[in-house]
């Protein structure tokens, strides 16, 4: 079990940035892929970062590439998304998701979400 809580969202004008970070709990979120999805009022929740265990490089959706980036701490059991550039479109609720890399396709593990609003 993986419980996962984010923090950082708020209100930043177009051109802005914001941090957003997701704190887990549990002894084995090493073995974790972790993700950052958005949904926007009246749209379907979307994919903006993944970072798999391992050291890997993060993918990026094309639509926030070059202005955020992932990251992770394994001994923190956190991770991180940098928000630079930002727009009104990415105004969304950021949920911070985790899924075991060995043994689910799909993200099992949700947090409530974070608010963040881009004014123009």
């Known amino acids: 079990q993986v419980q996962l809580r984010e923090s950082g969202g708020g209100l930043v004008q177009a051109g802005g940035s914001l941090s957003l970070a997701c704190a887990a709990s549990g002894r084995t979120f090493s073995m974790y892929t972790m993700a950052w999805f958005r949904q926007a009022p009246g749209k379907e929740r979307e994919l903006v970062a993944s970072?798999?265990?391992?050291?890997?490089?993060?993918d990026y959706a094309d639509f926030v590439k070059g202005r955020f980036t992932a990251s992770r701490d394994d001994a923190k059991n956190i991770v991180l998304l940098q928000m630079n550039g930002l727009k009104p479109e990415d105004t969304a609720v950021y949920y911070c998701?985790?899924?075991?890399?060995?043994?689910?396709?799909?993200?099992?593990?949700w947090g409530q979400g974070t608010q963040v609003t881009v004014s123009s």
């Open positions: 970072i798999s265990n391992g050291g890997r490089t993060p």
């Open positions: 998701a985790a899924r075991h890399t060995l043994r689910s396709q799909n993200y099992d593990y």
